[in-house]
């Protein structure tokens, strides 16, 4: 009689233990009453990836691109700012005081290097567009460019369902001029502008290419 009450009592520990392992999250999950949505604001959600791919393969190059980036900071004596003869200002408005000035600089540096470069020596961010007509007047400024693109300050940010576009000078996401299949189409996760057309497309951060700064 031992024998059979021995067995029941193990057989129920081991039921206890499976049911109490089901209930304990994975690492990354969160159960679904926890779970929090993320937020909207004005920023644009990916749609979904193409089929398969999980962009994963971009995580190596952001996680070389930041690394670049901060050891920019600590090598202040080798960095050099753009040459006069390498950059091109665009002219204001006629009496617009108070309005951000532009400079386009020819020399390629990666989108980090880029951003870090406007922000060392203009004190600004890589350029944000808000609207078709200035992105026409951006498109016409490096339409003499030869590589092809130039980076502006969009990138996404996030991962999986909490994947966004968002402005590195922390202005709003209200305009997009993608290129056709873009943005849904597997790439970087930072955007580039067309050199002609004045389109944009998901480019990889490790890209040197020229750069528009906003000041």
Same mark, same amino acid.
């Not at 290097?113 to 200035?134: E, K, M, P």
């Not at 400024?141 to 922390?170: A, C, E, T």
């Not at 790439?187 to 002609?196: F, H, N, P, S, Y």
């Given at each position: 009689?031992?024998?059979?009450?021995?067995?029941?009592?193990?057989?129920?520990?081991?039921?206890?233990?499976?049911?109490?392992? *089901?209930?304990?999250?994975?690492?990354?999950?969160?159960?679904?009453?926890?779970? =929090?949505?993320?937020?909207?604001?004005?920023?644009?959600?990916?749609?979904?990836? *193409?089929?398969?791919?999980?962009?994963?393969?971009?995580?190596? *190059?952001?996680?070389?691109?930041?690394?670049?980036?901060?050891?920019?900071?600590?090598?202040?004596?080798?960095?050099?700012?753009?040459?006069?003869?390498?950059?091109?200002?665009?002219?204001?408005?006629?009496?617009?005081?108070?309005?951000?000035?532009?400079?386009?600089?020819?020399?390629?540096?990666?989108?980090?290097?880029?951003?870090?470069?406007?922000?060392?020596?203009?004190?600004?961010?890589?350029?944000?567009?808000?609207?078709?007509?200035?992105?026409?007047?951006?498109?016409?400024?490096?339409?003499?460019?030869?590589?092809?693109?130039?980076?502006?300050?969009?990138?996404?940010?996030?991962?999986?369902?909490? =994947?966004?576009?968002?402005?590195?000078?922390?202005?709003?996401?209200?305009?997009?001029?993608?290129?056709? %299949?873009?943005?849904?189409?597997?790439?970087?996760?930072?955007?580039?502008?067309?050199?002609?057309? %004045?389109?944009?497309?998901?480019?990889?951060?490790?890209?040197?290419?020229?750069?528009?700064?906003?000041?």
């Amino acid at each position: 009689m031992k024998v059979p009450l021995l067995l029941a009592l193990l057989f129920g520990a081991v039921s206890a233990l499976h049911l109490r392992d *089901e209930a304990v999250p994975q690492d990354g999950e969160m159960p679904e009453n926890e779970a =929090k949505e993320a937020p909207t604001g004005e920023l644009t959600l990916l749609e979904e990836e *193409e089929e398969g791919y999980s962009g994963s393969e971009d995580a190596p *190059e952001e996680e070389r691109a930041v690394d670049s980036a901060s050891a920019l900071d600590e090598e202040d004596e080798d960095f050099q700012c753009p040459k006069e003869e390498d950059t091109v200002k665009l002219e204001n408005s006629p009496g617009c005081k108070n309005c951000h000035r532009f400079l386009v600089v020819r020399t390629a540096r990666s989108f980090f290097q880029a951003q870090f470069t406007c922000r060392r020596c203009y004190r600004g961010n890589l350029v944000s567009i808000h609207n078709f007509n200035f992105n026409r007047r951006i498109q016409c400024s490096v339409s003499g460019l030869n590589q092809g693109q130039v980076w502006i300050g969009g990138r996404i940010g996030g991962w999986g369902p909490w =994947k966004r576009f968002h402005w590195v000078d922390g202005s709003s996401w209200n305009f997009g001029n993608w290129a056709a %299949g873009q943005p849904q189409a597997r790439g970087g996760r930072c955007v580039a502008l067309c050199t002609q057309g %004045g389109r944009w497309r998901r480019t990889r951060c490790c890209r040197h290419l020229p750069f528009i700064c906003s000041y």
